[in-house]
């Protein structure tokens, strides 16, 4: 059941006698992150809350409106994390703070890595439109950080977008890639042990500050003493 993938993400919360929006949406970024939008009907998701469909309608408009809350709930602190794209100086502390709410935000939402993946590979007009709306402006975002802070590291200019797609693959490969490798192996359930996820912002901290941190005698170094 939906509910035994929720909890792995979780802890369970006293039982309600309706599901609150933040229950609605859990459920909903497993479904659309297993499914892709156009595999999900509302009836589906209700059946699975004990719902029925008009009372999910209580709490959103429809299926793209609920789709809509997921993306915008999941990748909020990503724009927030954008939101000055002109960081400063890049320094072992800012890095580590930032990997810190990027592991912490993903591993609270395990879906949530699968779920933009797939719908960066939807070829459907809604989820396009959703895109252009929510992923774009977080890409330019992050695409304007990445070349502030690329000649400093000594990246070329023509090297920017190629280091901001390796910056977002190390980031969320992780995410994407544990469920499978724990099926591979013949293990089972979810959420993700307290060492891997130390061990996997560790790796994040040192390959994100040897991608984008200040180059000894660099311009950036220089300046800094």
């Given at each position: 059941?939906?509910?035994?993938?929720?909890?792995?993400?979780?802890k369970a919360a006293p039982a309600e006698?309706?599901?609150?929006?933040?229950?609605?949406?859990?459920?909903?970024?497993?479904?659309?992150?297993?499914?892709?939008?156009?595999?999900?009907?509302?009836r589906d998701l209700a059946r699975e809350?004990?719902?029925?469909?008009?009372?999910?309608?209580?709490?959103?408009?429809?299926?793209?409106?609920?789709?809509?809350?997921?993306?915008?709930?999941?990748?909020?602190?990503?724009?927030?994390?954008?939101?000055?794209?002109?960081?400063?100086?890049?320094?072992?502390?800012?890095?580590?703070?930032?990997?810190?709410?990027?592991?912490?935000?993903?591993?609270?939402?395990?879906?949530?890595?699968?779920?933009?993946?797939?719908?960066?590979?939807?070829?459907?007009?809604?989820?396009?439109?959703?895109?252009?709306?929510?992923?774009?402006?977080?890409?330019?975002?992050?695409?304007?950080?990445?070349?502030?802070?690329?000649?400093?590291?000594?990246?070329?200019?023509?090297?920017?977008?190629?280091?901001?797609?390796?910056?977002?693959?190390?980031v969320f490969a992780f995410f994407v890639?544990?469920?499978?490798?724990?099926?591979?192996?013949?293990?089972?359930?979810?959420?993700?042990?307290?060492?891997?996820?130390?061990?996997?912002?560790?790796?994040?901290?040192?390959?994100?500050?040897?991608?984008?941190?200040?180059?000894?005698?660099?311009?950036?170094?220089?300046?800094?003493?």
């Amino acid at each position: 059941m939906l509910t035994k993938r929720i909890a792995g993400a979780r802890k369970a919360a006293p039982a309600e006698p309706l599901p609150t929006r933040e229950v609605i949406l859990d459920a909903a970024e497993v479904l659309f992150a297993e499914h892709g939008v156009d595999g999900v009907a509302v009836r589906d998701l209700a059946r699975e809350l004990n719902l029925t469909p008009s009372s999910l309608y209580n709490h959103f408009a429809g299926k793209q409106a609920l789709y809509e809350a997921v993306l915008e709930r999941g990748l909020r602190p990503f724009a927030e994390l954008f939101a000055d794209p002109d960081p400063g100086l890049v320094t072992p502390d800012g890095v580590r703070r930032t990997v810190a709410i990027i592991v912490e935000h993903l591993a609270a939402h395990p879906h949530l890595a699968r779920l933009i993946q797939r719908a960066l590979i939807e070829e459907t007009e809604s989820v396009q439109a959703l895109i252009e709306r929510h992923l774009q402006p977080l890409y330019e975002r992050g695409l304007a950080l990445v070349r502030n802070v690329a000649d400093d590291a000594e990246w070329g200019e023509r090297e920017v977008p190629h280091l901001a797609i390796g910056l977002f693959a190390i980031v969320f490969a992780f995410f994407v890639n544990v469920p499978a490798l724990r099926r591979m192996k013949g293990r089972r359930g979810e959420g993700y042990p307290l060492t891997a996820l130390e061990n996997q912002k560790r790796f994040l901290e040192k390959a994100i500050f040897r991608l984008v941190g200040p180059r000894p005698g660099g311009k950036a170094a220089a300046t800094s003493r």
